[in-house]
């Protein structure tokens, strides 16, 4: 069956950067968007970034924009968020998804599937 595992999250300081990982099986890879979304308590799901099949077409929520950056090894099946300059706000739990099509890219109800995530914890 299909499964994304996601690694990386702790707690750091402000300004910190962490790197997350989303390694994933059970699926052609290299035909699915990939995205990052996170969900802080009490908040819906969020979308922060996404990228295309082959590593084009990136996008970014303005949020992060600038500090957050996306990237995709299909030759290793993995989709990674390095994640600089963070901020208390960052804080959320961070999930990985994967979804055929590029249409509604940061509508978290259009991803087919999702990983159990990792907690990123910014303390100021």
């Known amino acids: 069956q299909v499964q994304l595992v996601e690694s990386g999250g702790g707690l750091v300081q402000a300004g910190d950067s962490l790197r997350l990982s989303c390694a994933a099986s059970?699926?052609?890879?290299?035909?699915?968007?990939m995205a990052w979304f996170r969900q802080a308590p009490g908040k819906e799901r969020e979308f922060v970034a996404t990228i295309r099949r082959s590593g084009a077409n990136i996008y970014y929520a303005d949020s992060v924009k600038g500090r957050f950056t996306i990237s995709r090894d299909n030759a290793k099946n993995t989709v990674s968020l390095q994640m600089n300059s963070l901020k208390p706000e960052d804080t959320a739990f961070y999930y990985c998804?994967?979804?055929?099509?590029?249409?509604?890219?940061?509508?978290?109800?259009?991803?087919?599937?999702w990983g159990q995530g990792t907690q990123v914890t910014v303390s100021s």
């Open positions: 059970g699926l052609t890879f290299s035909s699915y968007r």
């Open positions: 998804a994967a979804k055929t099509g590029d249409y509604s890219y940061s509508d978290y109800r259009r991803y087919d599937y």
